[in-house]
């Protein structure tokens, strides 16, 4: 069965840093883009980031280029996802999820992990 | 604000047929696939339609997906209790050079 587990959420102050990991198992990881994708409480679904299959094709959201950092251990078959200098309007649940490129096609999403940013 | 223009609610009673429409513009839908994923309450989103209207292996027949232009409809027939759901679009977007989601429809089953 193709899985995805995200872990590493919780709280955090307004300006601190928290790291998101997104295990896969189930199928051949290291072949697969893969995409981090947000929801804020009561709202849609937002793209925040990308990464190609060998991690060499990267990008990232306007809303949070220059804080947030992608990357993968294709070893590990584990995405992450390191966010700096939190924002309040980052608190969201965040979902890894399997993509192919130059689509939105999304399957399978993990459980997701919420992440709150507050004072 | 949303790339993609979906209703923020659509109901029906059970049996009935219900659509739910998501309209874009030249740069997503109109030049890509669309896409459809239910999130039920509490869950992560799951994959619907892809392609415009195919669907993944385990989905109902009941749940159907067009495109026309730069709009797209989710058509959901014979409705079911547990079909209550959040409903988003997607598609892939060529100014932005990313994937864009609708809004959202929560759909109702009265």
């Known amino acids: 069965e193709v899985q995805l587990v995200e872990s590493g959420g919780g709280l955090v102050q307004p300006g601190g840093s928290l790291r998101l990991s997104c295990a896969a198992s189930g199928y051949t990881f290291s072949g697969h883009w893969m995409y981090w994708v947000r929801q804020a409480p009561g709202k849609g679904l937002v793209w925040v980031s990308r990464i190609n299959s060998d991690g060499n094709s990267i990008r990232y959201a306007d809303s949070v280029k220059g804080r947030f950092t992608i990357s993968r251990d294709n070893a590990k078959n584990t995405i992450y996802l390191q966010m700096n200098r939190l924002r309040v309007e980052d608190t969201a649940v965040y979902y890894c999820t399997r993509g192919v490129v130059g689509t939105a096609w999304f399957d399978p999403w993990g459980q997701g992990t919420l992440v709150t940013v507050s004072s | 604000q949303s790339v993609l223009t979906q209703p923020p609610s659509a109901s029906g009673t059970p049996g009935q047929r219900v659509s739910i429409s998501c309209s874009g513009s030249?740069?997503?839908?109109?030049?890509?696939?669309v896409y459809w994923y239910q999130q039920l309450p509490g869950t992560a989103p799951k994959l619907l339609v892809y392609q415009n209207n195919q669907r993944p292996s385990g989905v109902p027949d009941r749940f159907s997906g067009s495109k026309s232009g730069t709009s797209a409809s989710l058509a959901i027939s014979g409705l079911r209790s547990e079909d209550e759901a959040d409903y988003y679009c997607a598609a892939w977007d060529d100014s932005m050079s990313g994937p864009v989601f609708g809004g959202g429809t929560r759909l109702t089953v009265l």
């Open positions: 030249r740069s997503n839908i109109g030049g890509n696939y």
